[in-house]
Structures are given as structure tokens and as C-alpha cells.
């Protein structure tokens, strides 16, 4: 087909060509059956604001969720499906449905809801993607769905406390991985030798789950002890993702995501620094001003004052 | 249920055998009774038909509000009450009657994966048809829903339920779907279930747990003792060639469910 295809999706990060789920289903598939994307990323633009990534574009329409992307992509033709039998496609919507249901929760907690991992690497990552004002709106946003996903679907009678749903969750999602490692045995993807849309699903699932580094890790864990899912993800990464990274080789990856974490921890040391002297004016006795004699720096001074406080 | 209640439960119920008065409660059953309900109550019935175990179904206008986890059917037996198919299935496994046994792993793993297509697809779009629809909301759900309460409490409780089934089709990402769409969803997850069953009896060869739970949705969808809702007649015109399908829910029923 000659229409250019244009996906907008979330960025990469720690190797991954994305690190969020859907789009990345969507980037595997495109790479198994061969439609020629262009994926621009959505980083400092606007067009992620309403939370719909991933987008295709072409030129008549604009599709935008994973499965309708996939199914529209079929019709164009480009099918990883092709070598399939019925029951084998069948397997895959009962395997995709077994994901959403069991696995999609923890995955969802993991990254949005768990507030050690939520706060230190998924808001400021998301956050530094988005332009102000929305990054201080949007990951709020995407956390209170999330989290309103899990309880609606999840934390019915009898668990009443978020607790126990977040262990139910996380032994569904537990159980799940096992499956999908009893499934795939040893063999190089689920259906022979050449990846299909279920591939693809798992790969988009699984991979932003062992990459990402997070503090608090027991889904990964488990998962890293499954190592063929492990071994799975990486060659889907070396053979169809390898080339088309960015050009970010892994040290320079590395050290920009080092500088990141920098920039966090300092500015919230800013932060605290601020509250405590907020604190402490609050809490001094109530003195009518009076003229203080005070240096006032020159403007250059000041500049150069707080440019020196900002940089790492 | 945390891991120490759920072995504790285990425990008990591993103790004594099944009593002759099991009982399943469910809505009344010619009124009240909704589509999903009828459904996730049948699919019961024939899981315990199928492990022979006796049980008596019983119909009570509060059932959902009696119910442990506030779904039907729920059953009663010895000094236990267990509610939906997943707590059951293992409830009754650890008494020692369980269908799965002669799975091997990555049978299971399959068979659980149905049982997710079945419960997210076809419970999710008769959940969406039942209470999204405004055709079927208006002539038959409220209704029903509300029919064994006098006015005032029997629209305000049918509403209450609508608005809380509309915030769950938001939360998953079925809010914006147009009838159409479901219906198409539907059509793609029966002709999966028709290509698994082949000209196979039952799904995995002989019964398994995930055999009721198909079978039930099978038989919802083409009895018409129920008044169907409109859409669903459509629903059904597009299920009617995927007969290998049929006739195993139809054999189950001429088997298990006709007392």
C-alpha cells in the first residue's frame, strides 16, 4: 500500500523501543508482518494530551486502540496471522483475553499505582515526556484510571481492602506468567517458528515488566525466574528491535537516565528545603516587619546565584 | 481472600463430604432473573451436574443481596456458602470432585485462557446489551430488575445498577463502543469457540471445568424460553452457523439441565 502509516506512541527507554504496553504491541506487530511504519514518538508535543496513544495515522483515517490498529493493518494486508490455522487463532484470542484479564491489572499496579515505583520512575518519566502544564495533570490522570480500572474490575466483595486485592492481583498475574511459560515450553515463539499477533501481545506486555528498573520489583522477579519469557523478550528485541532504537546506544541511554535521576533528587531536596522553610516562617512569632538592612545583589549575581543552584 | 482464609476454607470443606440439601440460589426465576445471571446460574447447575453432585435450585427475589460477593448463583451446603463459578469449582474440588484431572499442563493453561475469552467477551457484551443498550434497558432490564420491589425502590435500584455497570464499561474501555462493534466482538469470539470445539463433544475431549461455563452462554443465547431482548435476536441470527457450537450446548442440555 502506498499510504505512509504514521504511529504516534510513548518513547522508548532501558532498551525498549517503547515503554508503554500498548504501543508497543502495536510496533511488534508492524515489525512481524512487515508494514512499513513510521513511528514518531510523542515526546514534548501535544498530540498525546488526550491520552489515546497509539494512533495510526493515514492519510483517509485515523484509527486509534491496539486491537483496531491491528485489525485495520489486516486488512492492508500486512497479516502476521497468515500461517495460522483456525483453532491456533482462536488460541490467540483466548491467550489475549487471559492477559487482559489476569495480567494487565498487576502490570497496571506495578507501574501507576505502586507508590515507590509510581513516584520515582514512572511520573518522572511520563512527566519529562509531556509539556507543561499537562505533565502536572496527565500522569495523575492516567494513575486515578488505572487504579479506578483495578478496583472496579477486581475489588468487588468479598475483598474489601485495597490489600487484598493487590495480593489477589498479584497471584492471578503470578499464575498467568506460568501459564504463558507452560505454553510457550521451549519453543521460539508461541506458533512455530515465525512470531503471530499473540507474540506481539505477550512481547508488549512482558517487556516494559522486565526492562523498566523499578524499587519495588516481586512481579519481575517472578517473571525473571521464567526464563523463557525472559529469553523470549530478548530475541524479539535483538532480531527486530535492535536497529531501530533511536540510535541511543545503552551507555548513553544509561547516563541520560542517570542525569534524569539527578534532576529528581534534587529538585526534591528543592522541595523539602522549601517546605521546611515554609514550616519554619510559620512557626516563628507574628513580628510586625520592620526594615532590615539588606545587600541587594545585582541582577548578574542573582543569575548566576541560582544557575548555580539548578545545575547538577 | 488472603492465602491463610483461603486454606482455611480448604480445610473445612475437605472435612466432610457433599450433604444431600445443597442448595443454589438464584433471582426468581420467571420475573427478575437477567440474562447474565441466568447464565452464570446454568453454567453452575451444569458443573455440578457434571461432577453428579445433587444440589436444589431455589429462587429468591434478594438472592444478589444474600450472596457472599453480592453475584449469583450462590450455593449453600453444610454450613458453607460459596458464590460464583471460580470459588466454586474450587470449593468442590477440595472435596475431592474436580473435572480437570486429566489435563496436562498446557491443556489447563488453555482451558483457562477460554474460560477468561468467555468471561471478558461474552459476559462483558451481555453485561453492555442488558444495561448500555437503551432499547433494552427501557423494555425489558428495568423491569425486570426491579420488579419484585414496590415503587419507588424499583426504579431507583434499577438505575443504581445501571449507573454502576456503565462506570465499569468506562473503566475497561467498552464505554465508546457502538452496538455494532459488540456484536462483531461477539461474532469473533463464537466463531472461536466453534473452530476450539471442532466436531468434538466437549472441549478438551471429555468434561472439563471449562465445559459449563462455555455451554451455558451457548444455551442463554439460543433458548428462547427467556423473552430475549431484541438485540440478542440479532445476536443470535449471527450465532446460528457456528453449529458445531450449537449442538454441543444442545446436547448438554438434553443431558445435565432438563429436571
Redesign the interface.
Known amino acids: 500500500m502506498a499510504a505512509p502509516l504514521e504511529l504516534s506512541c510513548w518513547g522508548g527507554g532501558w532498551g525498549l523501543p517503547s515503554v508503554h504496553s500498548e504501543s508497543l504491541v502495536v510496533m511488534a506487530y508492524a515489525k512481524f508482518s512487515g508494514a512499513p511504519l513510521k513511528v514518531s514518538v510523542v515526546d514534548n508535543t501535544w498530540r498525546g494530551s488526550r491520552g489515546d496513544v497509539p494512533i495510526l495515522t493515514t492519510e483517509d483515517n485515523i484509527v486509534s ?1 491496539p486491537a483496531k490498529i491491528l485489525n485495520f493493518l489486516r486488512k492492508q494486508k500486512y497479516n502476521a496471522d497468515y500461517e495460522l490455522s ?2 491456533q ?3 490467540t ?3 489475549i ?2 492477559l ?3 495480567l494487565l491489572p498487576a502490570v497496571l499496579h506495578t507501574f501507576w499505582v505502586e507508590s515507590d515505583n509510581y513516584f520515582t520512575v514512572t511520573k518522572p518519566w511520563f512527566a519529562s515526556r509531556i509539556p507543561f502544564p499537562l505533565s502536572l495533570i496527565l500522569p495523575g490522570r492516567m494513575s486515578k ?1 488505572a487504579l ?2 483495578i478496583i ?2 477486581r475489588g ?4 474489601y481492602h485495597l490489600r ?1 486485592v493487590e ?1 489477589q492481583i498479584y497471584r492471578d498475574a503470578k499464575e498467568c506468567l506460568n ?2 511459560s ?2 510457550l ?1 521451549t519453543s521460539q515463539f508461541f506458533f512455530g517458528d515465525s512470531p503471530s499477533t499473540l507474540d506481539a501481545y505477550v512481547f508488549g506486555f512482558l517487556a516494559p515488566l522486565y526492562k523498566v528498573r523499578f524499587p519495588k520489583v516481586q512481579l519481575q522477579e517472578h517473571l525473571k525466574q521464567l526464563s523463557n519469557l525472559c529469553r523470549f523478550c530478548d530475541d524479539i528485541l535483538n532480531s527486530y528491535f535492535r536497529l531501530s532504537v533511536g540510535g541511543i546506544s545503552p551507555a548513553g541511554q544509561e547516563m541520560v537516565d542517570a542525569n534524569l535521576q539527578k534532576l529528581t533528587q534534587l529538585v526534591n531536596k528543592e522541595s523539602n528545603l522549601i517546605e521546611k522553610m515554609d514550616d519554619n516562617l510559620r512557626q516563628s512569632p507574628q513580628l510586625p516587619p520592620r526594615k532590615l538592612p539588606t545587600l541587594k545583589l545585582t541582577p548578574a549575581e542573582e543569575e548566576s546565584n541560582s544557575l548555580q543552584r539548578l545545575s547538577p | ?3 491463610v482464609a483461603e486454606a482455611f476454607v480448604s480445610q473445612i470443606a475437605a472435612a466432610e463430604p457433599w450433604p444431600e440439601n445443597a442448595t443454589l440460589y438464584q433471582q426468581l426465576k420467571g420475573e427478575q432473573i437477567l440474562l447474565s445471571d441466568n447464565a452464570a446460574s446454568l453454567a453452575v447447575q451444569a458443573f455440578l451436574q457434571m461432577c453428579n453432585l445433587p444440589i436444589k435450585v431455589v429462587c429468591r427475589a434478594n438472592a444478589e443481596y444474600m450472596s ?4 449469583v448463583p450462590f450455593i449453600h451446603v453444610g454450613n458453607q456458602v460459596v458464590s460464583e463459578l471460580g470459588p466454586i469449582v474450587q470449593f468442590v474440588k477440595a472435596k475431592g470432585h474436580s473435572l480437570s484431572d486429566g489435563l496436562d ?2 491443556q ?3 482451558m ?3 474460560m ?2 468467555v ?3 461474552l459476559l462483558t457484551a451481555e453485561l453492555y446489551l442488558q444495561w448500555c443498550d437503551e432499547a433494552t434497558v427501557g423494555e425489558i432490564t428495568h423491569a425486570r430488575y426491579g420488579s419484585p420491589y414496590p415503587w419507588p425502590l424499583n426504579h431507583i435500584l434499577a438505575y443504581q445498577k445501571q449507573w454502576e455497570v456503565k ?2 464499561m468506562k ?3 467498552w464505554g465508546n463502543k457502538t452496538l455494532d462493534q459488540v456484536l462483531e466482538d461477539v461474532d ?2 463464537c ?3 466453534s ?2 470445539l ?1 466436531t468434538q463433544p466437549y472441549f478438551f475431549n471429555k468434561q472439563s471445568d471449562g465445559d459449563p461455563d462455555r455451554n451455558k452462554t451457548g444455551r442463554q443465547i439460543l433458548t428462547p424460553e427467556r423473552p430475549a431482548p431484541p438485540r440478542v435476536s440479532q445476536a443470535i441470527s449471527l450465532q446460528m452457523p457456528h453449529t458445531p457450537w450449537s449442538a454441543a450446548c444442545g446436547t448438554d442440555e438434553v443431558l445435565a439441565i432438563r429436571k
Not at chain 1, 468487588?156 to 475483598?159: D, F, I, N, Q
Request: glycine fraction near 10%.
Open positions: 486502540q483456525a483453532k487463532g482462536a488460541d484470542l483466548a491467550y483475553a487471559l487482559e484479564e489476569k484510571g479506578n480500572r472496579l474490575t468487588e466483595p468479598p475483598l487484598e495480593a501459564l504463558l507452560n505454553r515450553g | 481472600m488472603s492465602l457472599p460477593s453480592g453475584k499442563e498446557v489447563k493453561a488453555e483457562k485462557a477460554y477468561e475469552l468471561n471478558n467477551m462506570r465499569k473503566a475497561i474501555g469473533q469470539c466463531q472461536a469457540l473452530q476450539r471442532g
